[in-house]
């Protein structure tokens, strides 16, 4: 199990340590700036933070003594000609880099390698530990890229990539709106794979277009690496490969922003619903997690020790967490609730602290 | 020679091996017969800074402010402006942003 998590918030990463059988945060990094995501590699135990600097831009540190000393890595950028646009009739714009959305490392034999999400729009991989980035032309330059659009933001973004455990060449990213697309070439090629996904949304003759699926995350089952679970804008969706299938019977709410997969058992999910769309906030001002334990067939609402009056936390898409054991989950919310459990969600423990807006939470060693 | 001011919220991103200094603001004497130039004497001397000034296209980032002797640049794409012996850039942060 692990002992560490990282919490990036609006204001600082903070670094939580378990001991004695209680969390505490035990140091502060960057107290202050903006962390948008953390990220720990398991191949070298290198941690990366993912600054975004209101001033100064997005940046890129790396730590390699667990975050004692931290170092500037490079970061993505966009070329002269670059142009973003959107399905959603925006007049183009150059691309510039807006945020580091998603950050996941390659297999352990790919050393140095480094794959990063951004709005507006670009994937791009590093092969050196983020020293330099390439952008994925063979995603960037295709057609159907300028029919994305913003969710959430004015400019489309990739928030999930998931590495196969078995083939790290095998690449599957979630589009903030672009649906769900897959390489398997080490990201030289790729397809739309959103099919079965539905926007209620959309006008009725665009529902199913893969292409404006509003995919909030999307997560793969490292055990059973076929298996993937994504929370959309209109609901939860899961695949088993080929189509993807609507799952319906969420309580309290089949809209939300994260969901996690165990990481051996593909039938058991969690989510953190809210009241869709417009007001995004806790059903009924009580804070739960659904989990399911049977591939979607039921859910149970759980909510022992979690808040269950007044409670206005919305949790954003990377902010739930589960280790490698799959007993102990984390999530954290835009008004510093932060909640752990070691029991797969049975028992809740509230952090005290009163943290900043938390926008990623992640387990070291995970 | 023109003198280029650091704000202390840019400055405290130097490298690491700098962080001896007082905090605050970085004044540096450099050469240069443009806006351009100067900053890019500035950035031999501390190559990381470009990218907290600049973004990846040259443009100064939308909330960065560059005073010139007083007077705020106009064009955040040109940088051509012509500068003076003595003259002073200030590069600070814009209040609309962060």
Known sequence: ?366 | MAKVVLSSALSRWLPQSDVARPAGEVALTVSGASIGEALEHVFAQYPNLRGYVLDEHGTVRHHLALFVDGAAIRDKRDLSQAIGNGSEIYVMQALSGG
């Open chain 1, 1 to 366: 199990m692990s002992d560490v998590l990282l919490v990036s918030s609006r204001k600082g990463l903070f670094v939580l340590e378990r001991g004695n059988g209680e969390w505490r945060i035990a140091r502060r990094e960057f107290l202050g700036d903006n962390i948008a995501l953390a990220m720990c590699d398991p191949r070298d135990g290198s941690w990366y933070a993912a600054l975004d600097l209101g001033h100064f831009g997005n940046k890129l540190q790396r730590s390699t003594d667990h975050g004692v000393t931290w170092s500037e890595c490079a970061v993505p950028a966009y070329g002269e000609g670059d142009e973003v646009g959107t399905g959603d009739g925006k007049p183009p714009q150059p691309a510039a880099l807006r945020l580091i959305w998603s950050l996941e490392p390659g297999s352990a034999e790919q050393p140095g390698r480094l794959w990063a999400g951004t709005i507006p729009g670009g994937l791009f991989r590093s092969d050196d530990h983020g020293a330099s980035w390439q952008l994925m032309r063979g995603l960037w330059d295709l057609p159907e890229r300028r029919g994305w659009f913003g969710g959430g933001y004015d400019q489309p973004g990739i928030h999930s990539i998931c590495v196969d455990p078995g083939d790290a060449r095998m690449v599957r990213i979630g589009v903030s709106t672009g649906g769900v697309w897959a390489s398997d070439d080490d990201g030289a090629t790729w397809e739309q794979c959103a099919n079965g996904m539905r926007a209620e949304y959309m006008p009725p003759e665009r529902a199913y277009d893969p292409n404006v699926q509003d995919v909030h995350r999307l997560v793969q089952c490292r055990g059973q690496p076929d298996v993937f679970w994504a929370q959309h804008h209109n609901g939860v969706f899961r695949n088993d490969g080929g189509d993807w299938r609507e799952i319906t019977n969420v309580s309290p709410s089949v809209f939300g922003f994260a969901v996690a997969v165990h990481p051996r058992d593909a039938d058991t999910a969690w989510f953190v619903p809210a009241t869709k769309d417009v007001r995004r906030i806790p059903v009924d001002g009580q804070v739960v997690v659904a989990r399911t334990r049977d591939g979607g067939r039921s859910f149970e609402m759980l909510r022992d020790s979690l808040p269950q009056r007044d409670a206005y936390d919305l949790t954003l898409r990377h902010a739930l967490a589960i280790d490698a054991s799959g007993d102990r989950l984390a999530f954290g919310s835009t008004t510093g609730g932060f909640w752990i459990t070691e029991d797969q969600g049975d028992h809740w423990r509230m952090l005290d602290a009163r943290l900043p807006p938390v926008h990623a939470v992640t387990f070291v060693g995970a």
